[in-house]
């Protein structure tokens, strides 16, 4: 009953898209990354970071984490799930969006309590209103839906909750 810590470079994604590409970290992003992990180790069996541009990670942390990049690029937060699930070694993958809200690791640890108990597939933080999916807490499963949903053309994370069994917690639980 693992968890397997994920954290998904959106910044590389991005980058990606517009055709700018980064060699090196910022300090303030190294700074940033550091203590992600350090946070995600305090509950997590493995971390592991996707990222399209992984040669500017590989010389600040070397093997201490995991470095892979998405099997299906432009799939967006479906390819980072579909890539998580196939790798992580955990029996639950708790996503964390680079630049995005963080719930904190004694957080992490109590959805898999909830989904465990619930038999839940997954929840997902609620921000100021805003459902983030892509800082969730995830049971891996569901293969056959993520392969049919990454073959499509024009997919969206709602497409794959629309067919697991989730909840939602907002910012006041997460206080």
Same mark, same amino acid.
């Not at 970071?49 to 967006?76: A, D, Q, V, W």
């Not at 969206?156 to 629309?162: A, G, M």
């Given at each position: 009953?693992?968890? *397997?810590?994920? &954290? !998904?470079?959106?910044?590389?994604?991005?980058?990606?898209?517009? #055709? $700018?590409?980064?060699?090196?970290? @910022? %300090?303030?992003?190294?700074?940033?990354?550091?203590?992600?992990?350090?946070?995600?180790?305090?509950?997590?069996?493995?971390?592991?970071?996707?990222?399209?541009?992984?040669?500017?990670?590989?010389?600040?942390?070397?093997? *201490?984490?995991? &470095? !892979?990049?998405?099997?299906?690029?432009?799939?967006?937060?479906? #390819? $980072?799930?579909?890539?998580?699930? @196939? %790798?992580?070694?955990?029996?639950?993958?708790?996503?964390?969006?680079?630049?995005?809200?963080?719930?904190?690791?004694?957080?992490?640890?109590?959805?898999?309590?909830?989904?465990?108990?619930?038999?839940?597939?997954?929840?997902?933080?609620?921000?100021?209103?805003?459902?983030?999916?892509?800082?969730?807490?995830?049971?891996?499963?569901?293969?056959?839906?993520?392969?049919?949903?990454?073959?499509?053309?024009?997919?969206?994370?709602?497409?794959?909750?629309?067919?697991?069994?989730?909840?939602?917690?907002?910012?006041?639980?997460?206080?």
């Amino acid at each position: 009953m693992g968890l *397997s810590g994920v &954290i !998904i470079d959106k910044q590389n994604e991005e980058e990606d898209k517009r #055709g $700018n590409y980064r060699s090196i970290l @910022s %300090l303030a992003e190294k700074d940033k990354l550091e203590r992600r992990v350090s946070e995600m180790r305090q509950v997590c069996s493995e971390i592991i970071l996707i990222t399209n541009r992984p040669e500017i990670y590989l010389p600040l942390i070397g093997n *201490s984490i995991r &470095i !892979i990049t998405e099997f299906y690029k432009g799939k967006g937060l479906i #390819g $980072n799930i579909y890539t998580a699930f @196939s %790798l992580a070694k955990g029996s639950f993958v708790w996503l964390v969006e680079g630049n995005n809200f963080i719930v904190s690791p004694e957080a992490a640890k109590f959805f898999v309590y909830v989904q465990t108990t619930l038999k839940l597939e997954a929840i997902i933080p609620v921000y100021d209103g805003e459902k983030l999916p892509s800082n969730g807490v995830y049971r891996i499963c569901h293969f056959p839906i993520l392969d049919s949903l990454v073959q499509k053309k024009d997919v969206v994370i709602q497409d794959f909750l629309n067919q697991i069994n989730y909840e939602e917690f907002d910012e006041n639980f997460l206080k």
